[in-house]
């Protein structure tokens, strides 16, 4: 964001759907983690080793208390710590 001289108060959504990486996009946008920004993000912890999205998760949830994981027609409230690690193609709306 810096590069792009995007100033982070100007950002109020990401979207975000890059095929595993986002752990790695999400320690790039811990300064709008920081303040909530809502974030977006198709999570498929099946490509990843359950510890390994389960790390991901909790970093998620140092900044996100609950989230909106939607799933087929339905979307449900729920806690960060809740969310199954063993389920691919899920969307997560993350919020503060």
Do not use: W
Not at 60 to 82: G, I
């Amino acid at each position: 964001m810096k590069d792009a001289r995007v100033a982070r108060d100007r950002l109020g959504f990401v979207y975000m759907d890059i095929e595993g990486y986002e752990t790695m996009a999400c320690l790039g946008l811990t300064c709008l983690m920081a303040i909530s920004v809502p974030l977006y993000i198709v999570f498929s912890p099946r490509d990843a080793h359950p510890q390994q999205s389960a790390s991901f998760l909790r970093l998620l949830a140092s900044y996100y208390h609950r989230c909106l994981v939607f799933e087929d027609q339905s979307a449900q409230l729920t806690p960060l710590s809740c969310v199954p690690v063993n389920r691919s193609g899920m969307r997560l709306l993350l919020i503060a």
